[in-house]
């Protein structure tokens, strides 16, 4: 027993000496972290790109809208498309655009003259009131509100999990623009 005892003894001074494999064991333990850092960061680069996309969207729409003196339904359909050709190389199926005319009056409050969205209906009633910003509000004046929506699907955030709502982004945009022409912009038919 006692011989098993020494050679037992000699062999974990000899293991305790041996730095050999050291690197490899530090390398296991600090690899994962280092992955999930990597793939964060680039998780959090690609959602900001895609956050920047959608308000270079919702400003490209008000400034195509605010050009002219009218608008109709089939314009502001095309704006979906716009939406659509601003957000390459990401995908933009999902995408959701509101376009709203807001008169403001004499006291500074604002109501919907015209409202549009991409399904063809009416998001806010005519003369209901808008909130606007307080700079914006300027008596006697005409806003177009332009409103994106998207939910940006994250790529690396554990894949293969259903039902996991950290998957979605809800990401929102909304630009407010003066018309460029005339007192207002009018919508022919919405």
Not at 69 to 93: E, G, H, I, W, Y
Request: hydrophobic share 40%; net charge positive; charged share 20%.
């Amino acid at each position: 027993m006692t011989g098993f005892l020494i050679g037992l003894k000699r062999t974990a001074r000899r293991l305790r000496g041996d730095r050999a494999g050291v690197g490899a064991v530090e390398f296991a333990l600090i690899a994962p972290v280092l992955i999930i850092l990597y793939m964060g960061s680039l998780e959090i680069s690609i959602a900001m790109s895609v956050n920047k996309k959608l308000a270079r969207a919702s400003s490209t729409i008000a400034d195509l809208i605010t050009q002219g003196d009218s608008v109709d339904k089939a314009t502001l359909q095309s704006m979906l498309n716009v939406a659509q050709s601003v957000m390459t190389p990401f995908r933009s199926d999902g995408i959701k655009v509101k376009v709203t005319g807001i008169s403001i009056n004499g006291a500074g409050v604002g109501k919907a003259t015209w409202s549009w969205q991409q399904d063809g209906t009416k998001p806010y009633t005519t003369d209901s009131t808008q909130a606007l910003p307080t700079d914006l509000a300027i008596p006697d004046t005409f806003l177009v509100r332009t409103e994106v929506e998207f939910d940006h699907k994250l790529l690396l955030v554990m894949p293969g999990v259903e039902n996991l709502d950290i998957r979605n982004l809800h990401m929102k945009k909304t630009y407010h623009l003066r018309q460029r022409v005339g007192e207002k912009i009018l919508c022919t038919d919405c």
